[in-house]
């Protein structure tokens, strides 16, 4: 093969490459008879409200079943926010009656979150075993 027929190929080749390509990018049609409505979805949510006695039980069973969540990926992360649901309308009884208090139960929810987020099911026993305590503490 001489250079020139190498070049007349290469060319030949670099078209049909070109050719190729361009029909690949050809503009897309839009059929307005494929559109679809979007599913319209209810979220509903409940504000838990109660005294820290009545919602500290809740929230200590949460946390109790956490571990066993997390080590069979059993919906670990919902019962996390469960939990930090629960601390949050829990939080301003704290606050009023043992304020002293309230950087431990945060620690226990966050030591919550973090066995859920991590897969880490030492970090949900330990907060229950924190928890258990200051419930004892506080409703004791």
């Given at each position: 093969m001489t250079p020139a027929s190498r070049t007349v190929?290469?060319?030949a080749l670099g078209v049909l490459v070109l050719a190729v390509g361009m029909t690949a990018c050809s503009p897309t049609t839009y059929?307005?008879?494929k559109v679809t409505e979007p599913t319209t979805v209810e979220v509903s949510t409940t504000v838990l409200s109660g005294s820290p006695?009545?919602?500290l039980p809740l929230m200590l069973a949460e946390v109790q079943g956490l571990s066993l969540r997390v080590s069979n990926n059993d919906n670990d992360g919902a019962a996390a926010t469960r939990i930090e649901e629960?601390?949050?309308?829990?939080k301003p009884g704290i606050e009023a009656t043992q304020p002293g208090l309230i950087e431990d139960f945060e620690f226990v929810v966050r030591r919550c979150r973090a066995a859920a987020d991590r897969n880490r099911p030492a970090d949900?026993?330990?907060a229950f075993k924190n928890l258990d305590a200051l419930v004892?503490?506080?409703?004791?």
């Open positions: 190929g290469l060319c059929d307005s008879t006695a009545e919602l629960l601390w949050t309308a829990i949900a026993d330990r004892t503490a506080y409703l004791g």
